[in-house]
């Protein structure tokens, strides 16, 4: 069951909670549909999971936190992400921990929160460092909840996995694909699994290299804990070194949220975290500009080979790579193709397409930035659009880059910056992006910034859009040190059908 089916039970459920008995509307008897047109509620309750940010002692980790104000939300809420380990009960006592008799109560303390967020509209800061930072479960309710948006970045001076990784927070599901991994030798690829829930969940990993499946008997029923996180090392699941990887979490029981960092011996390190579900057309937005060298990495879940045309956005329309026209990607297997410099100093999205019979696809871009010893790679997977709205947090002054593609039809698009998390006022530009084309934009900063801010995206006409936001590292930096996130919907609001309370159906 995929996300946008979950979202719609637990909307539906919300409204007959509040309603007492809930009937969808049917056609009277003259025939015509008196059913009103389904709603569109905040959602009451969203949850994120930040996985543990790095193993370097010199880490130093950034979390952003930021609620775009949506109308209608209850006026009592909360947020509060805390450390998975350190998870509490409703009455404030840790997960597990002994309640014991009311006279007890003076002797427990409540776990502080990494991170508090504030009211919807004010983005926050929490800064952590070292080897020993935690994964993060993150609740929000009420206003805090629709649109709830959290990043975590990392900056890592030296060593394996070096420069700037960035990962958005995401919800717990129960399945997840990551073309794009790897067990080659420069490569130290591990996958983070966080458990919100008050059970164990059951997790299986499936890896899939050039040649199909990989046989592993230890990625099979692996145990997350109730309100914990684990780490698991890729070629530790396999002894078969593989330049192009992709990894399937299923969850047999429970939910976990998962991501795959990706770090590397030569050219840095990333977060991968999950691609768009398999489909037949596919876009991976936003890969920079100034990119060296793009792998595309594909893989297709079904039994039948998928023949993909490419094609490239660019700022003045679509174009095909030369000598990369066409992919084939063999059924059950893992198929890289390098593009090298394929956006020639110009903004670029990657625009996936079938040249037949449509074949579920999942796809990602590990972009390098660089040359020589300053080379800095990250990732870019297949999106979905951005839909109503998407927020982008922990933007920088000068350091951030806002793509945005349309590879159908032109579109408007309205970006609002919200106030600094020190200081500043809020911005807004709108933005017209022809069809056929991604165009780096000059987004809204605030006046006065002081610290981060938040970006958030609507869709005003047209469309779809696909979207993703490119965040460098310092100035004074003289690697190529960057991290991509893509700004999918961010599912703020759900569809719910109209309802009337009729009690006639207790008789039936």
Same mark, same amino acid.
């Given at each position: 069951m995929n996300r946008t089916t979950?979202?719609?039970?637990?909307? /539906?459920?919300?409204?007959?909670?509040v309603?007492?008995?809930?009937?969808?509307?049917?056609?009277?008897?003259?025939?015509?549909?008196? /059913?009103?047109?389904?709603? *569109?509620?905040?959602?009451?309750r969203t949850s994120l999971l930040c996985p543990a940010p790095s193993t370097s002692d010199l880490a130093e980790t950034t979390y952003a936190s930021f609620t775009p104000v949506t109308k209608g939300t209850d006026e009592k809420s909360k947020a509060e992400l805390a450390a998975a380990t350190e998870q509490q009960d409703s009455d404030g006592t840790d997960a597990g921990e002994d309640k014991g008799d009311e006279g007890d109560e003076g002797d427990k303390t409540a776990v502080k929160p990494a991170l508090q967020p504030k009211?919807?509209?004010?983005?926050?800061?929490?800064?952590?460092?070292?080897?020993?930072?935690?994964?993060?479960?993150?609740?929000?309710?009420?206003?805090?909840?629709? @649109?709830?948006? %959290?990043?975590?970045?990392?900056?890592?001076?030296?060593?394996?996995? *070096?420069? !700037?990784?960035?990962?958005?927070?995401?919800?717990?599901?129960?399945?997840?694909?990551?073309?794009? /991994?790897?067990?080659?030798?420069?490569?130290?690829?591990?996958?983070? !699994?966080?458990?919100?829930?008050?059970?164990?969940?059951?997790v299986d990993i499936e890896l899939y290299g050039k040649d199909g499946a990989l046989k592993s008997t230890v990625a099979e029923g692996i145990t997350v804990p109730p309100h914990g996180s684990e780490s698991l090392l890729l070629s530790t699941l396999t002894d078969v070194e593989q330049t192009d990887l992709t990894v399937h979490v299923g969850v047999r029981s429970g939910r976990v949220g998962a991501a795959v960092q990706a770090l590397d011996a030569k050219t840095g390190g990333d977060w991968l975290t999950a691609a768009?579900?398999?489909?037949?057309?596919?876009?991976?937005?936003?890969?920079?500009?100034?990119?060296?060298?793009v792998r595309l990495v594909l893989f297709t879940p079904g039994g039948t080979d998928a023949d993909l045309k490419v094609r490239l956005a660019s700022p003045s329309g679509t174009i095909t790579p030369a000598g990369h026209e066409t992919v084939h990607v063999k059924a059950g297997m893992t198929t890289g193709v390098d593009l090298g410099d394929v956006t020639r100093g110009e903004a670029g999205s990657l625009v996936l397409t079938p040249t037949a019979g449509s074949v579920p696809v999942v796809a990602a871009v590990r972009v390098v930035r660089g040359k020589g010893a300053e080379q800095e790679s990250a990732f870019i997977p297949a999106s979905d659009p951005l839909?109503?709205?998407?927020?982008? %947090?922990?933007?920088?002054?000068k350091s951030t880059t806002l793509s945005l593609a349309a590879p159908e039809g032109s579109a408007k698009v309205r970006v609002t910056a919200?106030? @600094?998390?020190?200081?500043?006022?809020?911005?807004?530009?709108?933005?017209?992006?022809k069809g056929g084309t991604t165009q780096d934009v000059e987004a809204p900063v605030p006046a006065g910034l002081k610290g981060s801010y938040a970006l958030t995206v609507e869709t005003v006409s047209g469309g779809p859009v696909y979207a993703s936001r490119?965040?460098?590292?310092?100035?004074?930096?003289?690697?190529?040190?960057?991290? %991509?996130?893509? !700004?999918?919907?961010?599912?703020?609001? %759900?569809?719910?059908?109209?309802?009337?309370?009729?009690?006639?159906?207790?008789? *039936?």
């Open positions: 979950l979202s719609l039970i637990a909307g /539906a459920a919300a409204l007959a909670a309603t007492g008995f809930a009937a969808v509307s049917t056609p009277d008897a003259s025939g015509a549909d008196t /059913a009103e047109a389904a709603a *569109r509620l905040p959602v009451e009211a919807p509209g004010t983005p926050v800061t929490g800064k952590t460092s070292g080897a020993d930072a935690p994964a993060l479960v993150g609740t929000a309710e009420g206003s805090y909840a629709p @649109g709830w948006t %959290v990043q975590q970045t990392t900056e890592v001076a030296a060593g394996t996995g *070096r420069g !700037l990784l960035g990962v958005n927070c995401t919800a717990p599901d129960t399945e997840f694909w990551f073309p794009g /991994a790897s067990t080659a030798t420069d490569r130290t690829d591990y996958v983070h !699994l966080t458990n919100p829930d008050d059970s164990a969940a059951v768009a579900d398999p489909a037949s057309d596919l876009v991976l937005p936003g890969i920079p500009k100034d990119a060296t060298a839909g109503a709205r998407a927020t982008s %947090v922990d933007n920088r002054a919200s106030a @600094g998390s020190e200081g500043g006022t809020t911005a807004t530009k709108t933005f017209t992006i490119t965040l460098t590292g310092p100035e004074d930096d003289d690697a190529a040190s960057f991290t %991509v996130q893509t !700004l999918p919907d961010d599912r703020g609001t %759900v569809s719910v059908p109209n309802a009337t309370e009729d009690l006639s159906v207790l008789q *039936r």
